[in-house]
């Protein structure tokens, strides 16, 4: 083996550790990806509910209201 042969054998071992490496990188994105669309949904149904919970203690406060009047 000559020193040509080495050489392209290191530079092609560093390449496929490359795209080895980009794929984890690939997965990984993906999964914070998907992690970060399922928090957003998560906080828009927390909040839808918070407004309903909202909604309703504002029902019950004029109940009482009318029943104090």
Do not use: P
């Not at 054998?9 to 992690?35: C, H, P, R, S």
């Not at 828009?44 to 029943?67: C, D, Q, W």
């Amino acid at each position: 083996m000559n020193i040509t042969e080495t050489i392209d054998n290191i530079v092609q071992y560093i390449i496929k550790f490359i795209e080895k490496i980009k794929g984890y990188v690939d997965i990984a994105i993906d999964f914070f990806t998907d992690l970060k669309d399922r928090i957003e949904g998560l906080l828009e149904y927390i909040e839808e509910k918070l407004e309903s919970i909202g909604g309703i203690i504002e029902e019950l406060k004029h109940h009482n209201e009318e029943v104090a009047a």
